[in-house]
């Protein structure tokens, strides 16, 4: 998984990133994943789906106020692969501020911060910013050093 810091303040990856350079077409042929996820007290749990696969996929960091402050580690996946489990949806508490267009999405149990609803606002990419974070722990575990506390 590689980072990328954004300078844009509004966490928007449309305007800090040509279409071409989010994901290029041999990234669209790789393998698709799909990844459990959770709030810290799993009152929300979803699956994200992506390509290429997380471990090759480029994470973006973006450095807005709200983003830096709940630590986001975004992926962007279609809308259509971000799909919630049982009543997940109705745990979600929405934010929104700056432009009032994208909602961010807080557990309304624990507060963990879950995503950007980015609402449908740019044609022909209708996506989250996802944060994976979220992923499940065994997944993190396993793959990335983690610090125990």
């Not at 071409?20 to 996820?37: F, G, T, V």
């Not at 390509?51 to 986001?72: A, R, T, W």
């Not at 990419?125 to 722990?137: G, I, K, L, T, Y």
Request: proline fraction near 5%; include cysteine.
């Amino acid at each position: 998984m590689s980072q990328t810091s954004a300078s844009d303040p509004s966490h928007d990856p449309q305007e800090s990133t040509k279409p071409s350079e989010r994901q290029s077409d041999e990234d669209l042929k790789k393998e698709r994943q799909s990844y459990p996820a959770q709030c810290h007290c799993g009152a929300v749990t979803f699956t994200v789906t992506i390509s290429p696969p997380l471990l090759e996929y480029k994470v973006m960091q973006c450095n807005c106020s709200i983003c830096n402050s709940h630590g986001y580690l975004l992926v962007y996946p279609y809308r259509t692969d971000v799909v919630f489990h049982g009543d997940s949806e109705a745990q979600v508490q929405k934010y929104q501020f700056h432009t009032k267009k994208k909602d961010h999405w807080f557990c309304k149990q624990c507060g963990t911060s879950l995503l950007i609803d980015f609402n449908a606002i740019y044609p022909n990419w209708d996506v989250m910013a996802v944060n994976v974070s979220n992923a499940s722990e065994e997944f993190l575990h396993k793959n990335f050093f983690m610090i125990q506390h």
